[in-house]
């Protein structure tokens, strides 16, 4: 059964620094990662989505995945007030066997200090 | 593009007490979902639904039972709430079963008193 792990479970930077998070999974076969951002009493927002290793890129959001490593990254470039929210890392749950079904991290709660 | 509504946004009920949660989708998807979000424990899928009348248990589906009545709605009924329970329970759907892409609804926050 696939597990998700995130870190930290909680940052804090300040604003015009890099932020980092990361994701650990347990199935190194997944080929499905997707990063959600939750605003507080609201729904998920999908940021990147990334099925192979490497780097994935939308927008000031950048997704690294290694597989070899079950490591999947995401990076905030300038992050804005309005990035300070739970981030939510999701991998595919039954690898391999054509099922959409997603298994999340607890996520990791980000804030900005202006 | 289209939209999820789950209704209500707040739900406060009592120990024992039946509830029911709605959720609309206006995207024409095939397949919708229900969550269950608490507190540092991530989401857990407690239903979902591949097409208009079919139905298959999450990991949570203890306690649940649900209901697609049409391809745009799907309900979630909390069987017997237990006292003390807080959570939200996040509506979502997606074009098929094979399309990764879920797109989520607000949330309904339960409080069992």
């Not at chain 1, 990063?35 to 950048?62: C, M, N, P």
């Not at chain 1, 300038?78 to 959409?100: I, K, W």
Request: contains cysteine; hydrophobic residues 30%.
């Amino acid at each position: 059964q696939q597990k998700v792990q995130q870190s930290p479970e909680s940052l804090t930077v300040s604003e015009g620094a890099m932020a980092s998070l990361n994701c650990t999974f347990s199935d190194g076969t997944s080929n499905n990662f997707r990063w959600y951002r939750q605003h507080s009493a609201k729904g998920l927002e999908v940021l990147v989505s990334i099925f192979s290793d490497g780097e994935k890129e939308e927008g000031r959001f950048t997704a690294h995945l290694n597989r070899a490593n079950l490591h999947v990254s995401l990076h905030i470039r300038e992050p804005q007030p309005s990035d300070s929210a739970v981030y939510l890392c999701a991998v595919s749950s039954e690898p391999g066997t054509g099922s959409n079904r997603l298994t999340f991290g607890k996520g990791t709660k980000f804030s900005l200090i202006p | 593009g289209g939209i999820i509504t789950q209704t209500p946004k707040f739900l406060i009920g009592q120990e024992g007490q039946k509830l029911t949660l709605k959720c609309q989708q206006n995207f024409n998807h095939d397949t919708m979902y229900w969550y269950r979000q608490d507190s540092g424990k991530g989401l857990r899928l407690i239903y979902y639904s591949i097409t208009e009348n079919d139905l298959q248990k999450g990991d949570l589906s203890e306690g649940y039972d649900a209901s697609r009545e049409k391809k745009s709605s799907f309900s979630l009924t909390v069987t017997s709430a237990q006292k003390n329970e807080m959570a939200v329970f996040l509506c979502a759907s997606s074009l098929d079963w094979v399309s990764y892409e879920q797109y989520f609804g607000p949330g309904t926050r339960l409080t069992v008193l």
